[in-house]
């Protein structure tokens, strides 16, 4: 039953984060490409990454990781805002987007487990 609690708040709070941060950066972005899924998905990347070589505890691991970090990122949007320039024929664009998110999502992650470990 803590299990269940600690991977819910985590969630509840990681939700909260992503649409604070993507409703702010949605208000500021001036490009053609969804920024704040982006930015949002890196950055839950460059996090996991100090999870995996910081957090030893089970419980931390399950409020920070699964929980925070499972409903701070989102695969879904990444997918919906990918297929959305699919859909407007900006092939380029959405190409662009798909890769700039994967390529600097594994960058992050792997910066900070070089970086924290």
């Given at each position: 039953?803590?299990?269940?609690?600690?991977?819910?708040?985590?969630g509840?709070?990681?939700?909260?984060?992503?649409?604070?941060?993507?409703?702010?950066v949605?208000?500021?972005?001036?490009?053609?490409?969804?920024?704040?899924?982006?930015?949002?998905?890196?950055?839950?990347?460059?996090?996991?990454?100090?999870?995996?070589?910081?957090?030893?505890?089970?419980?931390?691991?399950?409020?920070?990781?699964?929980?925070?970090?499972?409903?701070?990122?989102?695969?879904?949007?990444?997918?919906?805002?990918?297929?959305?320039?699919?859909?407007?024929?900006?092939?380029?664009?959405?190409?662009?987007?798909?890769?700039?998110?994967?390529?600097?999502?594994?960058?992050?992650?792997?910066?900070?487990?070089?970086?924290?470990?």
């Amino acid at each position: 039953m803590l299990e269940i609690l600690l991977v819910e708040i985590g969630g509840g709070l990681g939700a909260v984060a992503r649409y604070s941060i993507g409703k702010k950066v949605k208000e500021k972005n001036r490009f053609n490409l969804p920024v704040s899924t982006m930015i949002i998905n890196i950055s839950g990347s460059f996090l996991l990454g100090i999870c995996i070589v910081k957090l030893y505890n089970p419980s931390a691991k399950l409020l920070l990781q699964t929980g925070f970090i499972g409903g701070f990122t989102t695969f879904s949007t990444f997918m919906v805002e990918g297929y959305s320039l699919y859909k407007t024929s900006d092939v380029k664009l959405c190409f662009k987007f798909f890769v700039m998110t994967i390529v600097l999502g594994v960058a992050a992650f792997t910066s900070a487990v070089f970086i924290f470990r």
